[in-house]
């Protein structure tokens, strides 16, 4: 499956990130997204507030101001989807991803 994600819509959390920065089934929405490094191909900013980022592999910097996190931790969130509940959705899109 080809993930498409677009600035201004939603996405959703379907993996916790490894210090906890984003969990499992949180919706955020899509501010800003940036090519990566190897690591993280692609890397986007939903909001949260830090002092930059940059990836502990390679020390590539994504950015000096703004926490940019790897798409791979998200998919795009649909809400005609909003009656399925986050924990299904994740189900689904787990399948979707393998
Ligand atoms: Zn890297």
Avoid: W
Wanted: glycine share 10%; with cysteine; net charge negative.
């Amino acid at each position: 499956m080809k993930v498409h994600f677009e600035v201004g819509k939603r996405v959703i959390c379907i993996k916790d990130h490894s210090n906890l920065v984003v969990k499992k089934g949180q919706v955020f929405e899509l501010l800003g997204i940036k090519k990566g490094c190897m690591h993280a191909p692609i890397i986007i900013n939903i909001g949260i507030k830090g002092l930059g980022s940059s990836c502990y592999r390679c020390g590539f910097n994504g950015d000096n101001q703004l926490i940019y996190l790897n798409s791979t931790l998200f998919a795009p969130y649909d809400d005609s989807l909003s009656e399925v509940t986050a924990e299904e959705l994740i189900e689904t899109l787990e399948t979707l991803l393998v």
